[in-house]
Every structure is written in structure tokens, then in C-alpha cells.
Nanobody, 125 residues
Framework: QLHIVESGGGLMQPGESVTLSCAAS????????VGWFRQVPGKEREGVAC????????YYADSVEGRTTIFRDDAGKTVTLIVHNVKSEDTAVYYC??????????????????WGQGTQVTVSP
């Protein structure tokens, strides 16, 4: 089982960009389809973006599409999520998970994924 580690996040002001990184301790994410999810207390977990392991099309949730990028580093060891022009509704705990399902129109989990501990993103003036 992968040991997923997230980094980044913190307190942001509206309009700024936040960068989140996901890595697998002692391993590489190169061979896995990876996704970023977020959750606000009292609400369901939301899929934010995902990237396939075979170089296919990435997926972005409607809530972040157009201002978000997900990509792998050259070695494939990490997966980075950048959200530009953050808004108060982007405030959440962000989680990285792998392997997940990722298509050009959806993303999801199947119970076989490993999750990171989560990283808090707070957007406040």
C-alpha cells in the first residue's frame, strides 16, 4: 500500500494561487492514476482533479476548471495541483489519493486507493 504524503496549502488571500504536492514515500507515483479531493466539515468529499497514469486526459471538476492545473514532475514521482485565483469556497482539507479512476468526464474511488493525511487550504481576506 502506498504511503501518500501531501504538502503545501495554508492561509491564502482571495485571488492568490495555491500549490499542493503529492508524493509516495519511498516510491513513485509514476505508475498510478492520482487524484486530488477536498472536503469541508459537514459536506461530502469532492473530487477536484485527476491525472491518469498512461498520459491520458486530465479531469477537472466544474468548480475549479479553467483556473486549475494538475501535472506530474518529469520523473513522475510527484503530482502537483495548482489552483489559481482562489476563492473562499476553495477552503477545505485537500487530500491526494492513488490509485483512483480517472476519465475525461469524471473521477472516483474504488476502495483500493491509499490516502494522504490531508492539507488545509484556507482562503480568507
Amino acid at each position: 500500500q502506498l504511503h501518500i504524503v501531501e504538502s503545501g496549502g495554508g492561509l491564502m488571500q482571495p485571488g492568490e494561487s495555491v500549490t499542493l504536492s503529492c508524493a509516495a514515500s519511498g516510491w513513485t507515483l509514476q505508475y498510478y492514476t492520482v487524484g486530488w479531493f477536498r472536503q469541508v466539515p459537514g459536506k461530502e468529499r469532492e473530487g477536484v482533479a485527476c491525472i491518469p497514469n498512461y498520459g491520458g486526459t486530465t479531469y477537472y471538476a466544474d468548480s475549479v476548471e479553467g483556473r486549475t492545473t494538475i501535472f506530474r514532475d518529469d520523473a513522475g514521482k510527484t503530482v502537483t495541483l495548482i489552483v489559481h485565483n482562489v476563492k473562499s469556497e476553495d477552503t477545505a482539507v485537500y487530500y491526494c489519493a492513488a490509485p483512483i479512476t480517472c476519465n475525461d468526464d469524471s473521477m472516483g474511488t474504488n476502495g483500493l486507493e491509499s490516502w494522504g493525511q490531508g492539507t488545509q487550504v484556507t482562503v480568507s481576506p
